[in-house]
Nanobody
Framework: QVQVVESGGGLVQPGGSLKLSCTSS????????AGWYRQAPGKQREFVAT???????NYANSVKGRFTISRDNAKNTVYLQMNSLKPEDTAVYYC??????WGQGTQVTVSS
């Protein structure tokens, strides 16, 4: 059974940083791409970033230059380093990997 678990969300002031983690089990993680999506209140889920099994990265324009996705295959974990956070980054952040296995999400709130 595949499990995907996000962590690291919280409340941060504008301009601050957070690092999200997503650990998976039940799959050979190194064989799969992994990605982050987010859903703000009243909005549809949107793409944030992905990283392929080979380490190629892709970002939404809204987060380029501020967010960095990375992975540690030995730990079955993908990370999202978020810097220069803005109130509009407030959302539930979801991780996806494997054959479309999603986590439950972690809340990120950017507010003063």
């Amino acid at each position: 059974q595949v499990q995907v678990v996000e962590s690291g969300g919280g409340l941060v002031q504008p301009g601050g940083s957070l690092k999200l983690s997503c650990t998976s089990s039940g799959i050979i993680f190194s064989r799969y791409a992994a990605g982050w999506y987010r859903q703000a209140p009243g909005k549809q889920r949107e793409f944030v970033a992905t990283i392929t099994s080979g380490g190629n990265r892709n970002y939404a324009n809204s987060v380029k230059g501020r967010f960095t996705i990375s992975r540690d295959n030995a730990k079955n974990t993908v990370y999202l380093q978020m810097n220069s956070l803005k109130p509009e980054d407030t959302a539930v952040y979801y991780c996806v990997t494997g054959q479309d296995s999603w986590g439950q999400g972690t809340q990120v709130t950017v507010s003063s």
